[in-house]
């Protein structure tokens, strides 16, 4: 079956006009100080939205010459949408709709003069979860199964985001926290950092485990001082400490730091990061991000050449929407998802998702839906042109 139409979208789904439990207080999302790769620059360190691009979520609609159609998901707005629509859309109509290695490796390889990394990835995202949709939807099975079915049933989530009490209350049995300061506060954000680990290691107890993630914000020293103040705390990993095109540096933390593990990799892009920083041993936890590394084609690569060096893959963001759900229930060495909670406390986490398939974790634990596809109950009237 030939692909007919590829087109980005934008989804518009009604409200359900049910109503929304109130707030106890707003989200940690809302105002909490993160370190970030522009923490260096006063005026841009108080909170990343500072900064960011003001770039939304592209949809993608990949549709079968018998109009049968997929829905895929990618981030970073117009300059995407446009790699999708200018380029890789008439490329690919006419190609067989199952030929997802080919499309992939099209993509990564018509990319070349502009290159394939960055907002590339995201694009080549975008069009394969979209494609992996379609044949599901063809063939009437959920992805998990066409990825070779399920290796486990249900998934351990771990919550990330600072309203820990909250996720102890939804029952999280793992949290993971942001790091607020880095570098450029000196020895005061290091103080304020262990008091921040040291006051969730006393609100969880010792049955919990607690990750820090650093969001690129530091460099080789601090990354070191800063574990070695932390290890009485028993942290399970260190995320992002270091900018993703630091392999040396990364190299380097790993030579100090070989009593904790360390994890990396929503910002890195197509398989080759992922190859080097196996092949340099240096990370533990590998973390790709399904909407940017290039979709689940790429990510099912990762996952065996990480499971070929003994290591675990743990998705960015891999349990809030069914893409991560399905690709973690299918991969020999995903065994946990991230779920991240940005929502304020008190706000079951059940009126957060809109969409009918979308699944939540309940004590830790989350399944992906079993529908066709990646599931998910979409109306065609809900996508609108994403050019309007
Ligand atoms: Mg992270």
């Excluded at 102890?168 to 008091?195: H, M, R, S």
Aim: aromatic letters at 10%; hydrophobic letters at 40%.
């Amino acid at each position: 079956m030939e692909i007919k139409e590829i087109k980005t979208v934008q989804l518009n789904v009604p409200s359900s006009g049910s109503s929304q439990t109130p707030a106890r207080r707003p989200s940690w999302a809302a105002d909490a100080e993160v370190a970030n790769p522009m923490s260096k620059y006063p005026q841009y360190k108080r909170h990343r939205s500072s900064w960011m691009p003001n770039w939304g979520v592209v949809y993608v609609k990949v549709t079968a010459e018998d109009g049968t159609w997929g829905l895929g998901q990618t981030s970073f707005g117009r300059p995407v949408a446009a790699i999708i629509d200018d380029h890789f859309a008439p490329m690919l109509v006419g190609e067989s709709c199952f030929a997802v290695e080919k499309i992939s490796d099209m993509m990564f390889r018509m990319s070349k003069p502009y290159g394939s990394l960055g907002l590339t990835a995201c694009a080549m995202s975008g069009v394969d979860l979209a494609i992996w949709d379609l044949i599901g939807k063809i063939k009437d099975q959920p992805v998990y199964e066409l990825l070779g079915g399920a290796v486990r049933d249900k998934l351990f989530a771990y919550a990330t985001g600072n309203d820990t009490d909250w996720q102890i209350e939804l029952g999280f049995e793992a949290v993971k926290l942001a790091c607020p300061y880095g570098p450029t506060d000196g020895l005061w954000g290091l103080q304020e950092n262990e008091k921040l680990v040291d006051q969730t290691r006393q609100l969880v107890g010792d049955n919990v485990e607690i990750m820090l993630d650093c969001y690129m914000a530091f460099d080789v020293e601090y990354t070191i001082r800063l574990a070695e103040r932390l290890r009485p705390y028993k942290l399970k990993w260190i995320e992002e400490f270091l900018i993703p095109e630091d392999m040396d540096g990364h190299v380097q933390v790993r030579r100090a730091l070989d009593w904790v593990s360390l994890a990396s990799g929503e910002h890195l892009y197509t398989r080759w990061p992922f190859k080097q920083m196996i092949e340099k041993r240096c990370l533990d936890i590998l973390q790709p991000d399904v909407f940017w590394v290039g979709g689940i084609t790429e990510c099912v690569k990762i996952c065996h050449l990480a499971e070929a060096a003994g290591l675990t893959v743990i998705f960015h963001g891999g349990g809030l929407h069914q893409y991560g759900l399905h690709l973690s229930a299918a991969m020999p060495n995903t065994p946990w998802v991230e779920y991240f909670v940005g929502s304020p406390p008190g706000v079951p986490l059940s009126e957060t998702r809109q969409i009918e398939g979308e699944t939540i974790p309940e004590q830790s634990w989350i399944k992906p839906n079993s529908g066709p596809g990646f599931g998910l109950h979409i109306e065609e009237e809900w996508l609108t042109p994403f050019w309007d």
